[in-house]
């Protein structure tokens, strides 16, 4: 797995008064500092791997990219340690972040929804109208995404400690699945990869979660223009309200062959 993962002595004990040392497997967090032309943007802790997705997935959330286009060159530093650095060039007409925003951009792989403060904000940055697409999805198709998320999760088999996204069509076959340490960064990275082959907006689409819907990762969501966002676990409050503005279906508790759907029942059949 080179820099996902490595190896580290425990001691292993229980209740019954057994103990010994084993190694065991961990999933590699590290930071990503992300430039623009040359200039330091924000700094990610993330899982190695996939970055040029996580980076293009990242600016096309922040409304910075829209297309494969809009970018120029991807490419690691030379002058750090590792690959731990990444230097976007935009394309030429394309601007680049205003110098504030930076400022506003979480340090952490839990980052939050970076410098956005209300629902009215993102609204007048969304490029996509995903309320428009006509997509129905069956429940039963949603009810087996879990599983297929959880077989395509390598990296998690091993550690225990990765989010999981993934991205499928209508059909529930998937096209894409990314892990990582921050469940942000794990969507950011199939954003990414859809973005660079050209596949934005990802109408008729369905992006399914390891863990909870939040905020952040609805908004995503949007920005990609994914109709359907799916989640095992529990939406947040903001998130089922940024939903409802958006025109998303959102489904929650996505667990055996029971969901609570809380948005855009409409597509989903039964």
């Known amino acids: 797995m080179g820099r996902i993962t ?3 002595p425990v001691l292993r004990l229980s209740t019954t008064g057994t103990r010994g040392r084993r190694p065991d497997t961990l ?3 590290e930071p990503l500092e992300i430039r623009v032309s040359g200039r330091p943007l924000t700094l990610t802790m993330r899982t190695p791997g ?12 922040e409304g910075v990219i829209a297309g494969p286009a809009d970018v120029a060159a991807l490419r690691y530093c030379a002058d750090t340690l590792e690959q731990n650095t990444l230097d976007v060039v935009l394309a030429p007409g394309v601007p680049e972040p205003a110098a504030g925003l930076a ?7 839990a980052c939050g929804v970076c410098g956005k403060s209300s629902i009215e904000a993102l609204a007048a940055d969304r490029r996509h109208d995903v309320a428009a697409d006509p997509v129905r999805v069956r429940a039963d198709v949603l009810a087996a995404l879990p599983d297929r998320l959880r077989a395509a999760q390598r990296v998690f088999d091993r550690t225990g400690g990765l989010h999981a996204a993934g991205l499928f069509d209508a059909a529930g076959e998937p096209l ?5 340490v921050g469940r942000h960064n794990a ?3 199939v954003v990414g990869w859809a973005l660079r082959d050209g596949r934005l907006p990802l109408r ?3 992006l399914m979660v390891s863990g909870r819907a939040s905020f952040e990762l609805t908004q995503k969501a949007a920005q990609a223009g994914i109709p359907v966002l799916a989640a095992v676990s529990a939406p947040s409050s903001l998130a089922v ?3 409802a503005d958006a025109g998303l279906t959102l489904v929650g508790f996505l667990r055996g062959e029971t969901m609570n759907v809380y948005t855009g029942a409409e597509r989903i059949v039964t």
């Open 204 to 206: 008729g689409h369905v």
């Open 103 to 109: 400022r506003a951009f979480a340090t952490t792989s």
């Open 50 to 61: 996939d970055d040029f997705d996580l980076v293009t997935g990242f600016l096309a959330a």
């Open 6 to 8: 490595v190896r580290r």
């Open 27 to 29: 999933a590699v967090e």
């Open 176 to 180: 894409a699945v990314r892990e990582d």
């Open 241 to 243: 309200d940024l939903a």
């Open 187 to 189: 969507v950011d990275k």
